[in-house]
């Protein structure tokens, strides 16, 4: 892993905090799920999981192979200096069971969806295994320098509100528990693609900070979630391409 997507930004633009870049799916192979990265179909498990002789595979997550992530924590922490935060980041454990359960990236999600019904015991079973090995991945890139992390559950915006709140946020939920026994200084960001919906619901994980998604009013997101919890972003991505001056009107807007 190179620290260099998180420190050119850093050098070039010096900003409050830079984010440690890797993908969601990194830790995988450390407890027992090895995948590929095709060129055209990206990332590729072999062996998906979906019955109990599947689970069989799965082992305690062994962070002496993710050694690589701490070493680039602690190089971009000694490069940015003590007055820039570190951020790490990890995928929370539905979104992280779809690739592992669908076997690549899918856009109905029709197997994991239909394990809530024909194969709960399973799906559950999965979910508890990445929550552990998810929170002690979390309390390692704190360790490793880690200031602050960011959990994406980026597809749990395709479950119905009472499925995410079955299916996701109980073992979000878990690890805030866990690793604010561990680290209770380090704030947690919870981050959910199409989150309109479920925002109260987030904010029940125990979560420091909200990620707002750029389909969402902040005023209103503002108004569900009272006073004392933070939000983040909330600007389209797609005002990255527009002119700086574009840019800086709509974060000014989003922040006044």
């Known amino acids: 892993m190179d620290d260099a997507p998180g420190r050119k930004p850093w050098e070039a633009f ?25 060129e ?11 019955s109990e002789e599947g689970l069989k595979s799965l082992h305690p997550i062994d962070l002496e192979k993710l050694h690589f992530v701490g070493e680039s924590l602690r190089i971009l ?4 200096g003590g007055n820039t935060a ?6 929370a454990p539905w979104t992280t ?3 592992i359960v ?20 399973v799906l559950r079973a999965l979910l508890s295994h ?32 009472d499925m995410w709140e079955c299916w996701s946020r109980p073992y979000i939920q878990e690890i805030v528990s866990i690793v604010k026994n561990k680290c209770p200084q380090t ?15 987030m904010k029940a994980t125990g979560v420091d900070v909200i990620g707002l998604d750029w389909t969402v009013d902040m005023e209103d997101g503002r108004k569900r979630l009272g006073k004392e919890i933070s939000v983040q972003g909330n600007v389209d991505p797609a005002c990255l391409f527009s002119p700086l001056p574009a840019l800086t009107e709509e974060i000014q807007r989003k922040i006044g």
Request: hydrophobic content about 40%; proline content about 9%.
């Open 86 to 91: 570190v951020l790490g980041f990890v995928g």
């Open 187 to 201: 704030p947690l960001v919870l981050y959910i693609n199409g989150n309109g919906g479920i925002l109260e619901r």
């Open 40 to 50: 055209v179909r990206g990332p590729v498990i072999q062996s998906p999981i979906y």
């Open 130 to 161: 990445l929550t552990q090995a998810i929170s002690d991945y979390i309390v390692f890139q704190v360790e490793s320098g880690a200031h602050c992390i960011q959990i994406f559950d980026s597809w749990g915006g395709q479950l119905p509100p």
């Open 97 to 99: 069971a779809t690739y």
């Open 77 to 80: 922490r000694r490069e940015v």
């Open 102 to 121: 669908e076997g690549c990236t899918t856009r109905t999600y029709t197997t994991i969806k239909t394990m809530c019904h024909t194969a709960p015991h």
């Open 14 to 38: 010096r900003p409050d905090a830079v984010i440690i870049f890797s993908d969601i799916l990194t830790p995988l192979p450390a407890f027992g799920v090895p995948f590929d990265i095709e």
